[in-house]
């Protein structure tokens, strides 16, 4: 049987800002799933997640970075943030993270899609992450690298994944 997505939340902002909370997440889902649409305000601002307000250095990414014409891969082994993607200005974005087994006593392990327009060239990203930390997640918080660059009419939606 296939999964239940469940939206827990939803945020759409009226007005440019660099963070967007989910708070009080409840431990009643198998999984969560967070869904970013919008744009950005400025060329390369990245757009990050930290989990439970947590900014020590226990998340790890590990990237592969495509635009149609040439591949990269990054890994980042001590980060202070999970990493969603980066936007160019005024171009839309899409990014998805999956958060498996969130309120477990393990590490978490965290799937991210993006893809983002670049004025017509286009770039995707897979990124698959480590939250080094045993605590049930609570709070996701998503956040720009620069002040107040995630543009008005950026919207994010929380899911909870239930087993069917």
């Not at 001590?78 to 005024?90: L, M, N, P, Q, R």
């Not at 392990?109 to 609570?138: K, M, P, W």
């Not at 956040?143 to 107040?148: G, H, K, T």
Request: aromatic share 8%; hydrophobic share 35%.
């Amino acid at each position: 049987m296939p999964a239940t997505y469940e939206p827990i939340a939803t945020t759409t902002l009226s007005s440019a800002t660099n963070s967007i909370t989910f708070s009080s997440i409840s431990s009643a889902y198998t999984d969560l799933r967070l869904v970013v649409v919008g744009t950005v305000n400025a060329n390369g601002v990245e757009v990050r997640v930290q989990l439970n307000n947590d900014t020590s250095n226990l998340y790890s990414n590990t990237q592969l970075t495509g635009n149609g014409s040439a591949a990269s891969s990054n890994r980042f082994s001590a980060s202070y943030f999970h990493f969603i993607g980066s936007g160019s200005s005024t171009t839309p974005i899409l990014g998805t993270m999956d958060l498996f087994s969130y309120a477990g006593s393990t590490n978490k392990t965290v799937l991210t899609t993006f893809s983002g327009d670049r004025n017509g060239s286009g770039q995707v990203e897979r990124t698959v992450s480590l939250y080094r930390s045993t605590t049930a997640i609570s709070t996701i918080k998503v956040f720009a690298s620069s002040v107040n660059t995630l543009s008005s009419g950026t919207t994010a939606t929380l899911y909870g994944i239930l087993r069917a």
